[in-house]
């Protein structure tokens, strides 16, 4: 997202999605499970009108699709399901 983001930093507000979908639609996102276009993330946010760099990043960091996560449905602070005694207590 690096690219994204200067782009974001050197564009000028108030913005539209439009606008920077218009702009930068095709930069491509590189992301743990492939690639994405910036256009594809940021019409995610829907209609907006950002007022700031960090609005807009902060719209296409949301709207990334599932690429963007590691490991889909995996999550190492669920808690044990009944019948499970779970982990144990870990001293740091």
């Known amino acids: 997202m690096a690219r994204a983001d200067e782009s974001f930093d050197a564009h000028s507000y108030p913005a539209t999605t439009e606008e920077l979908i218009e702009a930068y639609g095709d930069l491509q996102l590189e992301l743990p499970n492939g690639t994405e276009p910036l256009g594809e993330a940021l019409s995610r946010a ?24 590691g490991r889909k449905f995996y999550s190492d ?5 009944v019948g499970e005694a779970g982990p144990g207590d870990v001293s740091f």
């Open 77 to 81: 602070r669920d808690a044990p399901t």
């Open 46 to 69: 829907g209609t907006e009108t950002f007022e700031s760099a960090e609005a807009a990043k902060l719209a296409a960091r949301c709207g990334v699709s599932e690429k963007g996560i």
